[in-house]
C-alpha cells in the first residue's frame, strides 16, 4: 500500500484553509460553481445520464451548478445505433430538452470512438483492412451528419474523436476506424463535421494524463495536433478528460505545464471535459480521503486553470451517487469511491471548496463563444 505524500498532504491542508475562507455553513453550498466560474470566463458544468434524469434531487443540484452539461453515453454508437436499422434518441433528446429548459449549453460526447468495443456488434460486418475502407468511410460520415443535423446548433462543442492512441508507445491505436480506414480517419471526422456542425467548437478529446507515466502519449497527442494544423483541418481545441489520481504519487507539474505550453502554443483551445479524482488514498479514515482528493483537484485546477485558454470546465458527474467509478473500479477495501464535489446524500465535500478556491483564484480570461 502506498503512503500519503507530504505533498498530499500539504495540499490538502491548503484546500482545506482555502474551503474555510467560504460561506459554506451548516453543509450548505458555498456558492454555485457556475457562478464562480463565469466571473472567470469559465463555463463550468458536467454530465449527465439516465441516473440524474430520474433523480429529483439531481435536477435541483444540476441546474444550481451546472452552466453545461454533457450527456455520459447518450450520444456514444452503442447508445445510439444499437439497433442497424433503427436510432435511438431518447436519452440525448430528454438531456437537450433539460438543458434548454434549464437554460444551459450542451456538450455532445462523442461523434467517432475508435476502439472495436464502442461500435454496434452489426458494425463489424464491414470488412477490416482496405477493403472495408469506403464503407466505413461512408458509415462514420454519414453518422457525423445526421447526428450533427438531429442536434443543430443546440450543441455547441463537440467532441469530434476520442482518445486515438496507445497509451504507451503514443501510436494510433488500432480499433474499428484506424483497421479499415487509416490514420486519415481522424481528419475526415473532423472534416466532416465542420460541414455538418459550422456552428460548434470541435474538440480532440483524450484522457492526458497529470503525470510523466505516458511521455509518449503526450508526444503522441501533440504530433497529431500540429499535423492537423498544418493540414489547416478544422479542429479547435484539445478536451483533456481529466480522470485523474489513477498513477497516484507520479503527477509532475513540470511536464504537465510543458505539454499546455506546446499545445496552446499552437493556438488550441483547451477544456476539462471529464473531471472526477480517484479516490485511493490507502486509508480507511474518510476525511483524510476526501482531503487527499481534494488536494489532487487543487493541485491539478491550479495549473490547468491558469491557462486563460481553457474555457470550459465539466465534472464527471457531480456527485459519488452517479459515479463510474463505483462499478468500473472499486477500491480495495470495499469502500465506494468518493470522486465527486458531492456526496452521494448530495452534501458538498472539501473536493467542491477545493474546485471553488481553484476557480476563486484562477485568472479572468475572454469566455468562449461557443
Ligand atoms: C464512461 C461512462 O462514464 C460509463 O458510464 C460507461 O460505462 C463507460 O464510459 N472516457 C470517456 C468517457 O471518454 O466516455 C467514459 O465514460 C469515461 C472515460
Given at each position: 500500500m502506498m503512503s500519503l505524500s507530504r505533498r498530499h498532504v500539504l495540499m490538502g491542508s491548503a484546500a482545506l484553509a482555502a474551503a474555510a475562507l467560504l460561506p459554506s455553513g451548516c453543509g450548505q453550498p458555498p456558492g454555485h460553481l457556475k457562478d464562480l466560474a463565469k466571473r472567470k470566463g469559465i463555463l463550468f458544468g458536467g454530465a449527465i445520464g439516465p441516473e440524474e434524469l430520474a433523480d429529483t434531487a439531481a435536477h435541483e443540484l444540476v441546474s444550481r451548478e451546472c452552466g453545461v452539461i454533457t450527456p455520459r453515453n447518450a450520444l456514444k454508437w452503442r447508445t445510439l445505433r444499437w439497433d442497424r436499422s433503427d436510432w435511438n434518441f431518447t436519452e440525448g433528446d430528454a438531456i437537450a430538452r433539460y438543458a434548454a429548459a434549464n437554460n444551459q449549453k450542451m456538450r455532445g460526447h462523442v461523434l467517432v470512438w475508435n476502439p472495436v468495443e464502442n461500435m454496434p456488434d452489426w458494425a463489424s460486418d464491414i470488412p477490416s483492412g482496405s477493403a472495408g475502407r469506403s464503407q466505413a468511410i461512408q458509415l462514420m460520415e454519414t453518422h457525423i451528419e445526421q447526428v450533427c443535423a438531429h442536434y443543430g446548433d443546440r450543441i455547441t462543442s463537440w467532441d469530434v474523436v476520442n482518445e486515438a492512441f496507445e497509451p504507451y508507445s503514443g501510436d494510433l491505436a488500432p480499433g474499428f476506424f484506424m483497421d479499415r480506414i487509416g490514420p486519415d480517419y481522424i481528419e475526415h471526422a473532423f472534416r466532416k463535421a465542420r460541414e455538418a456542425a459550422p456552428h460548434a467548437q470541435l474538440v480532440y478529446n483524450d484522457y492526458m494524463r497529470w503525470s510523466d507515466k505516458y511521455p509518449n502519449h503526450h508526444k503522441g497527442v501533440?504530433?497529431?495536433?500540429?499535423n492537423l494544423r498544418k493540414k489547416e483541418v478544422p479542429i479547435d481545441a484539445l478536451g483533456i478528460q481529466g480522470h485523474i489520481g489513477k498513477y497516484y504519487g507520479t503527477e509532475n507539474d513540470r511536464h504537465w505545464r510543458q505539454f499546455l505550453d506546446e499545445v496552446t502554443a499552437m493556438g488550441y483551445d483547451l477544456l476539462i471535459t471529464e473531471f472526477d479524482v480517484r479516490d485511493f488514498a490507502p486509508t480507511a479514515d474518510i476525511s483524510a480521503r476526501d482531503a487527499n482528493v481534494a488536494a489532487l483537484t487543487k493541485g491539478f485546477l491550479d495549473i490547468t486553470l491558469s491557462y486563460p485558454e481553457l474555457k470550459q470546465f465539466i465534472?464527471?458527474?457531480?456527485s459519488d451517487r452517479w459515479s463510474w467509478f463505483r462499478q468500473s473500479e472499486p477500491r480495495e477495501d470495499g469502500?465506494?469511491?468518493?470522486?465527486?464535489?458531492?456526496?452521494?446524500?448530495?452534501k458538498p465535500k472539501p473536493m467542491y471548496a477545493a474546485i471553488a478556491a481553484a476557480l476563486i483564484t484562477a485568472p479572468t480570461r475572454e469566455p468562449s463563444t461557443t
Amino acid at each position: 500500500m502506498m503512503s500519503l505524500s507530504r505533498r498530499h498532504v500539504l495540499m490538502g491542508s491548503a484546500a482545506l484553509a482555502a474551503a474555510a475562507l467560504l460561506p459554506s455553513g451548516c453543509g450548505q453550498p458555498p456558492g454555485h460553481l457556475k457562478d464562480l466560474a463565469k466571473r472567470k470566463g469559465i463555463l463550468f458544468g458536467g454530465a449527465i445520464g439516465p441516473e440524474e434524469l430520474a433523480d429529483t434531487a439531481a435536477h435541483e443540484l444540476v441546474s444550481r451548478e451546472c452552466g453545461v452539461i454533457t450527456p455520459r453515453n447518450a450520444l456514444k454508437w452503442r447508445t445510439l445505433r444499437w439497433d442497424r436499422s433503427d436510432w435511438n434518441f431518447t436519452e440525448g433528446d430528454a438531456i437537450a430538452r433539460y438543458a434548454a429548459a434549464n437554460n444551459q449549453k450542451m456538450r455532445g460526447h462523442v461523434l467517432v470512438w475508435n476502439p472495436v468495443e464502442n461500435m454496434p456488434d452489426w458494425a463489424s460486418d464491414i470488412p477490416s483492412g482496405s477493403a472495408g475502407r469506403s464503407q466505413a468511410i461512408q458509415l462514420m460520415e454519414t453518422h457525423i451528419e445526421q447526428v450533427c443535423a438531429h442536434y443543430g446548433d443546440r450543441i455547441t462543442s463537440w467532441d469530434v474523436v476520442n482518445e486515438a492512441f496507445e497509451p504507451y508507445s503514443g501510436d494510433l491505436a488500432p480499433g474499428f476506424f484506424m483497421d479499415r480506414i487509416g490514420p486519415d480517419y481522424i481528419e475526415h471526422a473532423f472534416r466532416k463535421a465542420r460541414e455538418a456542425a459550422p456552428h460548434a467548437q470541435l474538440v480532440y478529446n483524450d484522457y492526458m494524463r497529470w503525470s510523466d507515466k505516458y511521455p509518449n502519449h503526450h508526444k503522441g497527442v501533440l504530433k497529431l495536433l500540429e499535423n492537423l494544423r498544418k493540414k489547416e483541418v478544422p479542429i479547435d481545441a484539445l478536451g483533456i478528460q481529466g480522470h485523474i489520481g489513477k498513477y497516484y504519487g507520479t503527477e509532475n507539474d513540470r511536464h504537465w505545464r510543458q505539454f499546455l505550453d506546446e499545445v496552446t502554443a499552437m493556438g488550441y483551445d483547451l477544456l476539462i471535459t471529464e473531471f472526477d479524482v480517484r479516490d485511493f488514498a490507502p486509508t480507511a479514515d474518510i476525511s483524510a480521503r476526501d482531503a487527499n482528493v481534494a488536494a489532487l483537484t487543487k493541485g491539478f485546477l491550479d495549473i490547468t486553470l491558469s491557462y486563460p485558454e481553457l474555457k470550459q470546465f465539466i465534472c464527471w458527474g457531480l456527485s459519488d451517487r452517479w459515479s463510474w467509478f463505483r462499478q468500473s473500479e472499486p477500491r480495495e477495501d470495499g469502500q465506494l469511491q468518493r470522486t465527486a464535489p458531492y456526496d452521494v446524500d448530495l452534501k458538498p465535500k472539501p473536493m467542491y471548496a477545493a474546485i471553488a478556491a481553484a476557480l476563486i483564484t484562477a485568472p479572468t480570461r475572454e469566455p468562449s463563444t461557443t
